[in-house]
């Protein structure tokens, strides 16, 4: 019920390609869904993030898409470069006080190639 | 927003040793959080410290484990005790900023060996 499922693990796309990374959660209570990026020797930032009232969400070249009925949401990042390249954790949620409920999921390792 | 320093960014220590982790935060806060990240695993919350009472941890960690200090409201630490290898990992330690927003120092590598 708590578990958010991530894929893939890793992820090679040439530069310009549109990478897409999927999570799928269980616990139809979340309604809060963040996408943290994490470079190497740096903690996780948050990206963006949507909540399940609306079923897409963009944010300069980064787009999560939402599928509250198949429990799933994804990210898509638009001409990816090659400072794209991060680990991609999605999460999930109940929105409102602190981060303690947060459930992550395991990672997306991204390489952009040049 | 806040600064988080966490010291030390990395280190390799003996196993039975323990290592002792610290976070500073540049403004005051209720609730500081540590975190662990295990290579190719989620990011797992280890407890939850607030400043004058004891820390709260979640399923799998235990004080003794994991002892955390929280003297005051911008400083806690958080010791790995008796340090086996299954203990390397990245650590880190965060605060809340916004609602359900999770802000991150930029963690300690730890290898056991």
């Known amino acids: 019920q708590q578990q958010v499922k991530q894929s893939p693990q890793s992820l090679i796309v040439q530069k310009g390609g549109i990478p897409i990374i999927n999570c799928a959660y269980e616990?139809?209570?979340?309604?809060?869904f963040p996408w943290y990026q994490q470079f190497p020797g740096k903690g996780p930032a948050l990206l963006i993030a949507?909540?399940?009232?609306?079923s897409e969400k963009k944010e300069g070249r980064f787009t999560i898409s939402f599928n509250k009925s198949a429990k799933q949401f994804s990210l898509h990042i638009m001409d990816s470069q090659p400072g794209d390249s991060a680990t991609y954790f999605c999460?999930?949620?109940?929105?409102?006080?602190?981060?303690?409920?947060?459930?992550f999921g395991k990672g997306t390792k991204l390489s952009v190639k040049p | 927003s806040a600064v988080i320093s966490q010291k030390p960014s990395r280190d390799i220590c003996q196993r039975g040793t323990s290592l002792t982790i610290q976070c500073q935060v540049d403004?005051?806060?209720?609730?500081m959080f540590w975190y662990r990240q295990q290579p190719g695993q989620s990011l797992t919350l280890i407890a939850t410290?607030?400043?004058?009472?004891?820390?709260?941890?979640e399923s799998g960690f235990v004080i003794d484990k994991f002892p955390i200090s929280r003297p005051n409201l911008t400083f806690s630490t958080l010791t790995v005790s008796n340090m086996s290898p299954e203990d390397s990992s990245i650590y880190l330690c965060?605060?809340?900023?916004?609602?359900?927003?999770?802000?991150f120092g930029q963690g300690t590598r730890l290898t056991v060996v």
């Open positions: 965060s605060v809340d900023r916004g609602p359900t927003e999770a802000f």
């Open positions: 616990n139809t209570a979340f309604d809060y």
């Open positions: 949507i909540r399940p009232d609306v």
């Open positions: 999460a999930a949620s109940n929105y409102g006080g602190s981060q303690g409920n947060l459930i």
């Open positions: 403004s005051q806060v209720t609730m």
């Open positions: 410290a607030n400043q004058g009472s004891e820390a709260t941890y």
